[in-house]
Every structure is written in C-alpha cells, then in structure tokens.
C-alpha cells in the first residue's frame, strides 16, 4: 500500500491548468483542493457547514405574510425594507409605484433550469420604476464571516419586457452602525444605472471576481446581470471585512422597468468560501423554522394576517377569569423561540378591528384589549369582557410576532 504525500502550496502559485485538466494540491491551510481549467479552486475536505446557505428562504418556499397569487405589496417604501414579501425578503420601491409580488410553484409545470420548487415574480405596475430585493442577516448568522470570502448567486428571468440588466451586491453595516440595526435602508434609489445611496453606516462591498462559468460582469460595487428569458445562474465572490457587523443582501434592477415588466427570481443563496455549490433546498421544516425566528402567526399557514377571518381559523382562546365587564382578564401565548423581543399585533377574528373578541354568552367585542409581558418566545393579553360574560366565558383573537428588520 503506497502513501501519497503532498507539499503544502500556495494556491495563488498553483498554475491554472490546460483545458480539461484539474491540477490537486494541499493549500498552506493545510485542506486538499483542486484547481479547474477555469481557474476556480474547489475544497475536497468535507468542511461540513460550508455548503450551506446562509441566507433564509433562498428558495422562497415560505410566505406567510402575502397570498401566493400576484399581489400588491403591502406596505412597500421608497426608502424602507417595509414591503415584506417571501419570509425574510423586502422590496423597496423608487417611484410611487405599488409592484406586485407573485410566488410561482412550479410542481405542475417544471421550468428548465431550475432546481428549485418555487420562484418569486416582481412585476410592475402603474409606473416605470426601479427596486431593491434585499434581505437583512443578523449579526448572530455572519460573525463566522468576517474576513472570509462568500459566495452570492441568484437565477433570474424575464417573463415581461425588454431584456434588462440587474445587480447583485453585497452590503455591510460597518463598525460605524449599531449591531443588529438596520438603519434607513436608503435615501435614494438613483436614476436609471446611477447606484442606490444606501442609509447611514451601510455600504456596498466591491466584489472580487466572478467564477469562471458563472454569469455575470463586475462593474464597480456589484454584479451586473443581463437577464434572459430562461433562467440564468450568475454569481460572484466577496471578501467579508472583518469588522462587518451585519450583511444584507441585495437585488436591485440598474435601469427602469416599464410598467408591466415582469422578473423572475430564484435560488438566492450565500455561501461561505469561492466554491461553486450547486442549489440544495432545506427540507421544509427546517426552512419554515428558520422563518420562524423572525415571524409568526396564529392563522394557518395559507391565510394572511387579517381581522374578521373567523372564530373557527384557529385564533388562541382562553376562559375568562372575572366575570362582567372588569378589567384584568389576563392569558399568556406561546410561540416559537425569535432573535429578539417581536411587536405583537391583535386582530379580532370576527371585527374589523384590534380587539379580544368575546366568543361565550353575548358575542362580542371586548374593550380594552393588548398585548403585555413580551418576551422572545411569549405574550400576554389583557382585556376586559363583555357584560354578559362570567368566569370561563371564551374568549379569542389572532395575533402575529414579527422581529424582522423592515426599516
């Protein structure tokens, strides 16, 4: 039995091979790696976690908070991260436009060149404008980052309009900014091919190089992709500085979209190191509890937010603890565990408002109502019932825990 020993190189000194050759070394950090024809540079040890997409919901699997079909984004800025879409991911807005947002399950109909299961879909409407898809990462999620280099890659498609180009970019909340706070997310979106001003302590990171393969020209601070009409992969790497204190992640079209443009966006993903790494989805679960640490809500999965849903949509319920129309009924509700303290927020299942709803004895809505003793993973509601109500009477609303970054 023969021994292979291998003399640790720099692999900057390793020469790029000749076209169907791949030349093997051990680097100086002492992990075997090859080297392609194209010049990329590939780890053979199993180094475990590397492969894995840092960035939640890549796939856009989960979205709790707007209906799958195409919908008015709800809540969407011109300056904020406020329109949230798929779980996890915002789209900011450069006109007084409100965009629409569509999730595209592609089980009955495969796309070619897609591995993923689902897809999002931004279409204009009402004005030319540009936008920003980002998502905001928290320090806890890209401390094992710092001062190394990643990988961004996203498949996009033009269903509606001119072939367009697009950016992909890497920013960074400096050692300026306050860890885990994202600040204004821009103060202008800039005319068509003019770059985005980004808020106070974010800036942009100059990528390093495209792969060899990958689609894509660097140009300044970001990626620039020409997109297609099938789904293309374009990718580039970046060198996280090592006093980074968040990362976000950003999408953002370079000229204006007429008003009916329609762009397909797939397999974002985020991964530690140069290493081409092909889309591998999360099994749901995992996925779905990933979202669950920056969102949650009461109403099954498929329903959005929404008063009057009904008593019957699976609202928490508890028993009156007073009799008559007393303040201090209390109940304390579980979810799972989120990243920090979320806002709560009521909706009364059978009003249109923000009140408990009184669903025992006279049905009705209680007074008084609100959320108290917040903590990562509980609330309480206080409120007061209806005359007609006695000890045990039933009492529900919806609620959702919300700890994104939407500034």
């Known amino acids: 039995m023969a021994e292979l020993d291998l003399t640790n190189i720099v692999n900057t000194s390793v020469a790029t091979p000749a076209a169907g050759v791949t030349a093997v070394f051990v680097d100086t950090d002492k992990k075997a790696k090859i080297k392609d024809d194209g010049g990329n540079i590939t780890v053979l040890n199993d180094d475990g976690l590397h492969a894995l997409n840092v960035l939640t919901n890549g796939g856009f699997s989960v979205q709790q908070r707007v209906a799958t079909a195409a919908t008015a984004i709800p809540s969407v800025s011109t300056t904020t991260r406020a329109g949230q879409v798929a779980d996890r991911w915002a789209v900011t807005v450069g006109n007084v436009t409100t965009p629409l947002w569509t999730q595209v399950d592609t089980a009955a109909a495969v796309e070619t060149g897609l591995l993923s299961k689902h897809y999002g879909k931004i279409t204009q409407n009402t004005n030319a404008a540009k936008f920003i898809l980002s998502q905001f990462l928290a320090n806890e999620d890209i401390a094992h980052l710092r001062g190394q280099k990643v990988r961004v890659s996203v498949k996009i498609k033009q269903f509606v309009g001119s072939n367009a180009n697009y950016r992909l970019g890497l920013l960074q909340l400096t050692a300026t900014g306050t860890v885990d706070v994202c600040p204004a997310f821009i103060s202008a979106i800039g005319a068509a091919s003019v770059e985005p001003t980004w808020g106070t302590n974010l800036a942009a990171i100059t990528p390093d190089a495209v792969p060899a393969g990958e689609n894509g020209t660097i140009s300044g601070v970001a990626l620039t992709i020409a997109s297609t009409t099938g789904w293309v992969r374009s990718s580039c790497v970046f060198t996280v500085p090592t006093d980074a204190k968040n990362l976000c992640v950003v999408l953002y079209r370079d000229t204006l979209g007429a008003a009916s443009d329609a762009v397909g966006i797939a397999e974002f993903q985020m991964t530690q190191g140069a290493d081409l790494v092909d889309w591998v989805a999360l099994p749901k679960g995992v996925e779905f509890n990933r979202c669950g640490r920056y969102f949650f809500k009461t109403f099954t999965y498929g329903t959005v937010p929404v008063t009057n849903a009904g008593v019957t949509t699976g609202c928490v319920k508890w028993g009156a603890g007073i009799a008559g129309a007393a303040a201090g009924t209390w109940s304390t509700h579980y979810f799972p565990e989120q990243w920090k303290i979320p806002t709560i927020t009521l909706f009364n299942p059978a009003a249109a408002n923000a009140q408990v709803r009184q669903i025992g004895a006279t049905a009705g ?38 700890s994104e970054f939407n500034t």
């Not at 209680?366 to 006695?390: K, L, M, N, W």
């Open 365 to 402: 809505d209680c007074s008084a109502s609100a959320a108290a003793e917040q903590t990562t993973h509980s609330t309480a509601f206080t409120t007061t019932p209806g005359a007609s109500a006695v000890i045990g009477t039933i009492l529900g609303v919806h609620f959702t825990a919300d």
